[in-house]
């Protein structure tokens, strides 16, 4: 397994633009899925964005489509999330997570099932 570690999160205004951070140790990020994923109080973790090992594809959920992007450093063995124009309905602990990709043969991108490495997660929270 890989572990992640999450930074960057914190409490902005609506509106306001934040990154995270997901730093990489134990294997090497261009060889994974890497996606982030978000839980809000009372609520269900949910998909938020994955960035494919193979090809630099990218996958958005439409909550957040237009609005945030995933990208990668493999150099620095780190992923990030840029997330703009804020909403307080994104208010929730971000996660970072990691998969191989034999994982997704059978298995969506947005299926936390597909993913075998998880970091601790940080908080965003957008006041209304």
């Known amino acids: 397994q890989v572990q992640l570690a999450e930074s960057g999160g914190g409490l902005v205004q609506a509106g306001d633009s934040l990154r995270l951070s997901c730093a990489a140790s134990g294997r090497t990020v261009s060889s994974l899925v890497m996606a982030w994923f978000r839980q809000a109080p009372g609520q269900e973790r949910e998909a938020v964005g994955c960035?494919?090992?193979?090809?630099?594809?990218?996958y958005y959920a439409d909550s957040v489509k237009g609005r945030f992007t995933v990208s990668r450093d493999n150099a620095k063995n780190a992923v990030y999330l840029q997330m703009n124009s804020l909403k307080p309905e994104d208010t929730a602990v971000y996660y970072c997570?990691?998969?191989?990709?034999?994982?997704?043969?059978?298995?969506?991108?947005?299926?936390?099932?597909?993913?075998?490495?998880w970091g601790r997660g940080t908080q965003v929270t957008v006041p209304s």
């Open positions: 997570a990691a998969g191989r990709p034999v994982y997704f043969l059978n298995r969506k991108w947005f299926e936390a099932t597909a993913y075998d490495s």
């Open positions: 960035s494919t090992w193979n090809d630099g594809s990218t």
